[in-house]
């Protein structure tokens, strides 16, 4: 079972930036596929940004353009940059990871709920 631990959420101004972080419990060269999906309350499990083992990334619309999704495989890390914030922004961000490889991260961004693990959450709260 793959452990995720996500962090660097908090509250910020419209327009702020925050780095959100995952640190997962293995390689991440063994999982095929990881992201990052948001719920705010009242609302769909949204896809945010996924990225599979090569390095390939998709992006919601809502976020292309202002949010980047990266990871470090030394330090077994997934990162999401969030940039030019919003209000609409405001959410419970989850970490997630998936090793059936054979589903690409384009599946995994429009079907967050497929994903077979996930980490507990952190909170992003962007106030204008």
């Known amino acids: 079972e793959v452990q995720l631990m996500e962090s660097g959420g908090g509250s910020v101004q419209a327009g702020g930036s925050l780095r959100l972080s995952c640190a997962a419990s293995?390689?991440?060269?063994?999982?095929?596929?990881m992201g990052w999906f948001r719920q705010a309350p009242g609302k769909e499990r949204e896809g945010v940004a996924t990225?599979?083992?090569?390095?390939?990334?998709h992006y919601a619309d809502s976020v292309k353009g202002r949010f980047t999704i990266s990871k470090d495989n030394a330090k077994n890390t997934l990162y999401l940059q969030m940039n030019s914030l919003k209000t609409e922004d405001t959410a419970m961000y989850y970490c997630a990871a998936d090793r059936r490889s054979y589903l690409s991260s384009a599946y995994f961004l429009v079907w967050p709920r497929d994903f077979g693990y996930r980490g507990q959450g952190t909170q992003v709260t962007v106030s204008s």
């Open positions: 293995e390689n991440l060269d063994s999982i095929g596929c």
């Open positions: 990225i599979d083992s090569d390095g390939n990334t």
